[in-house]
DNA sequence: TGAAGTTGTCTATTATCATAGACAACTTCG
DNA sequence: CGAAGTTGTCTATGATAATAGACAACTTCA
């Protein structure tokens, strides 16, 4: 198989022996720390130049799924985001945790108005004048989710410039004076992702996405901010703690 | 964006535009017959050049998706097909019947030994032998799913042979002296298509697929043939019929 | 120490991808 | 008819994708 000598598919082969590996890290056939086979070896397996190996392992590399040993092999580099659903929940605590470094990036950030449910969430009228802040969460340089957070526009004016310059949800909180939050009931569906997801998350159109709706509190109960975050299905694993 | 200009997804910007249209036409938003925009305009909706927008038409009208007509414009031609779940289901007559061509073709025949659950629902003890087939199905040009079948040896003998020139499970059966046949429970699930399978669908990576296993039962109940079939999901329709 | 196996780097070639511009051929509609 | 809009075809250019072969640099292990 190759581009010239068959009808071409639009995908490229190194993305296709690319996400054969992923796929093998996400489901468990090499584990964290594992020896990858030979290039030559994945170049039989794949049926593929042996460059063509490299370019894929070098996209993995980037990311920082996988790291090459000069004279030795490469090994696998990441796991799976275990992410724990608590009630305090930092995205940065639980990146941290892993030994990962945590990073938050503004995508846009823009004026909206409230439907009615946005409304219920947040404790507004409809109609009511709101900050949507779209933003993409990493772990490295691997990315985790993208969220759609939206605040009142009275209660946190030029919140998207605010998120911008800390590039965390917590310190944008803090801007405003809330010190500490809680979150609320927390809804999780799944569903394939959409185009412009996709690319941001650098994900092959049409992977599964866990679809995680929440909304945040103060101490004393009054809604904070409201969240819809698409998170990349195989780079993280959702812990429910019974108790 | 441009394969130059950014750093390559390793997926082809024409392969987006015709995921993107074909995506558009499987889920309505251009139904069969519908005039889709011009050439122009799709290359501004995509900030694509309009030779990309064609290499993306051409690829759907090769799969008989869409039709140009010179001076006027680019039409719909397919719809989902209709695949009606009964009791006596014929993929030859279930296409035929939405005025396409059905075609079928073998990938691959090869000796088997039944698991434990195969020969269960083959009535034959587990390690007997069984011939099993690899076959996809396509109507017109485009591909609908990919089948696993799985015969008996010793009943069905040379069967990989009979199907490569009939290209017809039921032709194979009349072959063997089975004048008629019946389908058993018919279980459904859904998935996620593996590299292997979205390359013989033409699917891109990931999509979902609809997959169905099912035995069929000659008129005296006993069991000829199970299968395990993967639908490309957003090509066809199963209708489940209550009575 | 030395052989075998591994990743890193280099040159070279061919096909594909994407863009750009121009014009022909055709359809639709006023 | 004639103008506007559409698809079809041509040439041209530069960047990627994939293949092929060779050799260096390094690690592992007997």
Redesign the interface.
Known sequence: MSMQDTA?????L???V???IERGIADGRFAAGDKLPGEMEIAETYRVNRHTVRRALA?LAERGLVRAERGSGTYVEAQKLAYPLRSRTRFSEIVGAGGREPRGQLIEASDDIATRELARELGLKAGAPLVRIEAIRLADRTPICVSTTWLSAELFPGAGAVFAATRSMTKLLEHYGVRDYRRGATRITAG?VD?TDA?RL?L?????ILVVDATDHDLEGRPLMTKHSRFAAERVEFLVENG
Not at 8 to 12: K, Q
Request: without cysteine; proline residues 5%; hydrophobic residues 50%.
């Open positions: 071409s598919s639009g995908v490229a190194w993305r296709l690319a996400d054969g996209a394939i185009a690319a650098d092959a159109l049409g992977r599964p």
